[in-house]
């Protein structure tokens, strides 16, 4: 046991300058929220089937493989290795991003590989009931080509770029609309702002009001931002502003962590009222303008704001 401690210990200095780095990289998961309910079950849906008449059975089938019984003592079984491959790695990182959140369904797909194995489990238990060999084997190839048939649709969609949620294509588009040179725009979280990094011809002569430091000069994902003060003064001088934004924060499903998006937010819903919108997928291009302020007897009229100049 002793030297088992010293190993552990060791290893633990080892692998300490990894967290060391990792932690000067946090920012970069910074946008990730903790999951819900909504995400335990969109991660069911997606290891069991999408369709209400694939997932029930897969499901009933999963669980009818958990009932199998156990193989001998030190013999592993298809449910024994599939079960907890399929739970704990998910469950795991759902309990701990409750504090910390870093949970993204791409960082557990390993874990996918378990559910069809749990599947398949349930499947032999049920043909195990005095069912004839050449009948099980053709029931098993018809169930597997009526599943395959009946998400083929589902198949084809998923690889159609406008079921991606952050098309980025589609907010360029939808910018290169509506901007115009002199404009002044919002990204809010600033991880919107990859619009702009992957399509900048679509943004060309806009403002990009909060950054204080481009990407590639700062050596960031998405630039550094200016402070939260001097971000209101930035905004104290316009009477419009672009907003490309998650859905999600102006809707007010989510609140962004950062102060300078937090006084973006605050600002925005405090001193400026929604005008046009285009929203592509999860984001929305979104214009804001200042509230009007009552205008008092014999006070003169602010001045008009000049129009836009069209693009070239």
Not at 25 to 54: K, M, N
Request: aromatic share 6%; charged share 20%.
């Amino acid at each position: 046991m002793a030297g088992l401690g010293v190993r552990g210990r060791r290893g633990g200095l080892g692998l300490l300058p990894l967290v060391l780095v990792s932690r000067a990289q946090s920012a970069q998961v910074a946008w990730l929220r903790p999951p819900t309910r909504a995400t335990a079950r969109g991660l069911l849906r997606t290891f069991l089937g999408p369709t209400d008449g694939v997932f029930w059975v897969c499901l009933g089938l999963a669980l009818l493989g958990l009932l199998a019984p156990a193989g001998r003592r030190g013999e592993p079984t298809c449910a024994g290795v599939a079960a907890p491959l399929a739970v704990v790695p998910p469950a795991a990182l759902m309990l701990v991003s409750q504090m910390s959140p870093l949970y993204v369904d791409r960082y557990v797909l390993y874990a996918l590989s378990g559910a069809p194995l749990l599947v398949a489990a349930g499947a032999d238990r049920l043909l195990s009931f005095r069912v004839h060999a050449p009948f099980a084997t053709l029931a098993g190839a018809v169930a597997v080509l009526l599943a395959l048939t009946h998400q083929f649709p589902l198949l084809r969609a998923d690889r159609d770029p406008a079921r991606r949620p952050d098309d980025l294509a589609a907010v360029a588009r939808a910018a290169d609309r509506e901007l115009r040179p002199g404009d002044s725009v919002l990204f809010l979280p600033a991880r919107t702002r990859n619009a702009a990094l992957t399509y900048p011809a679509a943004f060309r002569g806009a403002r990009d009001l909060a950054l204080a430091e481009p990407a590639a000069e700062s050596g960031t994902l998405y630039g550094r931002e200016t402070g939260p003060a001097g971000l209101r003064h930035r905004l104290a001088r316009l009477e419009r502003v672009w907003v490309v934004a998650d859905r999600d924060v102006l809707a007010g499903r989510w609140t962004p962590g950062s102060p300078v998006e937090r006084a973006e937010t605050a600002v925005l819903a405090r001193e400026f009222a929604p005008a046009e919108e285009s929203v592509r997928g999860e984001v929305a291009v979104r214009l804001y303008v200042r509230r009007a302020l009552p205008v008092l007897s014999g006070a003169p009229l602010p001045p008009r704001v000049p129009p836009r100049p069209a693009r070239r």
